[in-house]
């Protein structure tokens, strides 16, 4: 049984569409996260909510907009993709009170716009 | 002030011997100090983590050394197996912000 999932996999689009990346996890915790990873490996948080709240937003473009319709869900819609969104995308969760250095990662979508 | 510095880029080291990847940060704020392991198509796990209230922590064949007053934490792994090949990110966060800070990730192989 998968503790974070997201979907899809993998996202083949063309510049200028919108998508969406879904996520879910059955930990019970508090907390989800957006990490996005470039070419070269880099991990960069993106958003962080807490019970279903925005609590971080790091300088992403508001193209990208999270929502969490429940303690169990984050999604990310991204508008007109550029060919520099291309990265993967981690869904990420943890219980932040109690285990904050312990983040759960989904397998990740890898998106790439030609 | 956020950034987390981690040396080298990668490794590569025959096995059975010590891996040693150091990270080094600036802001004093952070608490707690995880590695964490990827494996190609996988998300990053957690391999293990220390708080600054001790210098070292060792789970099994990996060990955290922390020097706070250098600002700086390392991790050894001991008898390095082919299986531990992969990407080892060293994190930092602090209590109250809900994220963590990555490191830019090093490449160990482990030769057989």
């Known amino acids: 049984d998968t503790a974070v999932s997201q979907t899809p996999k993998y996202l083949v689009t063309q510049m200028g569409n919108d998508k969406s990346i879904k996520c879910e996890q059955n930990?019970?915790?508090?907390?989800m996260y957006w990490y996005k990873q470039d070419s070269k490996k880099f991990l960069k948080i993106m958003f962080s909510y807490n019970n279903k709240e925005l609590i971080i937003n790091e300088t992403v473009p508001n193209r990208f907009s999270p929502k969490s319709p429940d303690k169990a869900h984050l999604n990310l819609h991204i508008n007109s993709l550029e060919l520099g969104d291309s990265a993967v995308y981690f869904c990420a969760s943890s219980q932040a009170d109690r285990d904050a250095e312990k983040l759960f990662f989904g397998s990740g979508t890898q998106l790439s716009v030609l | 002030q956020q950034q987390v510095k981690q040396s080298p880029q990668s490794l590569i080291v025959q096995k059975g011997g010590i891996s040693i990847i150091n990270c080094a940060y600036e802001n004093t704020a952070f608490d707690y100090f995880p590695w964490y392991q990827q494996f190609p198509g996988k998300g990053p796990a957690l391999l293990i983590a220390?708080?600054?209230?001790?210098s070292e922590k060792k789970e099994g064949r990996f060990t955290i050394s922390f020097n706070k007053s250098a600002k700086q934490f390392s991790l050894h792994i001991m008898d390095s197996q082919p299986g531990d090949s992969a990407t080892y990110f060293c994190a930092a966060g602090y209590t109250g912000r809900r994220a963590l800070t990555f490191g830019s990730g090093t490449r160990l192989q482990v030769q057989p």
């Open positions: 930990l019970g915790h508090d907390t």
């Open positions: 220390i708080r600054p209230d001790v």
